[in-house]
């Protein structure tokens, strides 16, 4: 079976690493021929994922027709801001009958669409029911180190989605499938905007207390969004909600927890952007984030402190300040009521 990971950053690189580890004959693709060729002279990725080991097995290359031919499953380990260039050019090249994974946790500004939605602009029609999504609390560093990771992937088919849960499940990576692709797409994207708050926090000097707030209240945000969008409730009690925001609000290996750090201590957006060669996908999430809760009516004051932080130039302690003297609210008028119809999950 042939797998072929499209971009070489961290989680690209570590993706086809475990693929390899399963038997899959794969091929990563570097957009840069650049990264490629150290990649292949080095058998590592020193540039986004260093002191990791990556296989012979494992064909590096900057073609993309080389990387797509003949494979079965295709891995999109692009930035989201990236997605709908890069699928546009994967769509003239891949098999009729691919199933093709996003691994992308993000939404597209300006479209505000999720990622699945952006492929299924840009892909034949044909091809569209074979898209799914890979999220959860999921670092690209300890997935390479083999360390025990979970994760659950979402696809209109429950076949697709059991086709890749075979394709990644071994014995340090266990894999759910879910049908919510609204909710773990929109999980997976919108943790990122709590992670650079929890680091805010911390940069300011907060503590534990502090974090444990702004995750809580994270995860009701997130869901009051999704749900709104069309996504079931008890997704983001599962690991694209929770999972995924603990490991990113407490983990150094995020980079969005370690941009707000710099923030909270006085860096500024574009000093922090231009501090790292990886994307920050916080940044543009807060931004889509914000005009979706716009766009849908839905309170997300978490949120819109972040965007005034990250676009307008507030001051963090004043954004602090003004989440903690709103107005006294009974938690449980908080928490998620609307009655949902639901696929019943033993017959998908």
Known sequence: MKSAVIGAGSWGTAIAQLLADNGSRVTLWARRPQLSEEIRRWRENRSY???????????????????????????MAVPSQ?????????????????????????????????????????????????????????HAEEVARRLPTAVVVAAEKKEVAEGIQDLFMNSYFR???????????????????????????????????????????????????????????????????????IVTCNSLFSRNRRAGIEIGRGKSVTEVMASTNMVIEGIHTTKAAYDLARQH???????????????????PLDAVNALMKRKGKHEMEEVVQKEIEWIDLETW
């Not at 080991?53 to 079965?72: P, Y």
């Not at 680091?199 to 995750?215: K, P, Q, S, Y």
């Not at 009516?297 to 001051?315: C, F, H, R, S």
């Open 82 to 138: 990236s997605m709908r260039s890069i699928i546009r050019e994967v769509g003239k090249y891949i098999k009729s009958d691919s199933i093709i994974v996003s691994a992308a946790k993000g939404i597209e500004i300006g479209t505000l669409l999720r990622m699945s939605q952006v492929m299924k602009e840009e892909l034949p029609p044909e091809r569209r029911p074979n898209i799914a999504v890979l999220s959860g609390p999921s």
């Open 49 to 75: 994922l260093p002191g990791i080991r990556i296989s012979d097995k494992i064909l590096v290359t900057s073609d993309l027709q080389e990387a797509l031919c003949d494979a079965e499953f295709v891995v």
């Open 297 to 315: 009516g839905v309170e997300m004051p978490i949120t819109e402190q972040a965007y005034d932080v990250l676009y307008q130039g507030k001051n």
């Open 175 to 245: 894999v759910y499938t879910n049908p919510d692709i609204i909710g773990v797409e929109m999980g997976g994207a919108l943790k990122n905007i709590i992670a650079i708050c929890a680091g805010i926090a911390e940069g300011l000097g907060f503590g534990d207390n502090t974090r444990a707030a702004l995750i809580t209240r994270g995860i009701i945000e997130i869901t009051r969004l999704g749900v709104k969008m069309g996504a079931h409730p008890a997704t983001f009690s599962g690991l694209s909600g929770i999972g995924d925001v």
